[in-house]
């Protein structure tokens, strides 16, 4: 399961766009975009909007809001997310995947909402706060390492897409989710488990990829970075059947795992490898 070195798979994605309407759209879109200049655009709001428009939404959030927190640049990943999706068409307001991706962009937006004193609603979603205490961390230079830095990113991330799974997607989706919606879900559940154990990780992956184990982790890991959420989420998205393990077993590193971050690695070491 090779996606090529020279990030073939990977680089038509940053051109591609989609858009897409479901009834009652402008309804649900009431106040869309203009809310994004308060960072207060609700649920729905989001939710209703294409993966181009979101996007956008992010990079604007991270050019013209996220600077006096030392974070604009912090996003990169959820960028690179979103411009898989674009580039598989997948992402449809009301769909499985929006819905996730939503409660992401939403907590990312309200916990910086928070952070710079503009709002304190939390929209419901438990990693608003988490973000929040990241932007201020951020803010204030509270990250003395690399691991404190991307364990704080990766708890709030994880807390937020997990509420927006189980709260939203697989309640109100108009389709549950396909098998290969749930592989890449998996992805972002490791990619998510990677940046809170780097250590960890490195050690189990030397075996695999000797010297070049650290260099692979902290690139994956790099959230200033788009290509590495392309390339993981690609090489999910390709899997043949499903993708699964659980957290309780995966300092073994299962088979399936080692196989999906030797795609991974395999995309992305033009990038890891000469820089």
Known sequence: MRLSKAFVAVTPLLATAMGSAIPSLETRQAGWPACQQTLSCTF??????????????????ESQWFGPLNSANQFRAIEGVITFFIGKNLG????????VDTGIVEAIQRG????????????????????????????????????DHDYAW????????EWSKAQKADVLASAPATQQELNWYQFTVLFRWILRHEPETILLLTPIFLFKADDFVYWLTDVT????????????????????????????????????????YDCGSDFFENS
């Open 44 to 61: 729905d709001q989001i939710q209703s909007s294409t993966m181009q428009e979101r996007l956008a939404f992010v990079q604007y959030m």
């Open 112 to 147: 910086g909402a928070m952070a710079l004193g503009l709002s304190t609603d939390t929209g419901g979603n438990p990693g608003t706060t988490l973000w929040r205490d990241f932007f201020i961390g951020m803010r204030d230079g509270t990250y003395t390492t690399r691991q």
């Open 225 to 264: 970075r788009s290509e590495p959420t392309i390339c993981g989420s690609q090489a999910a998205w390709s899997i043949s059947g499903s993708f699964s393990f659980t957290l309780d077993s995966i300092l073994d590193f299962p088979e399936n795992v080692v196989d999906l971050l030797r795609a991974v």
């Open 92 to 99: 449809a307001p009301n769909s499985w995947i929006s819905y």
């Open 154 to 161: 990766g708890l709030a991330e994880a807390t937020a897409t």
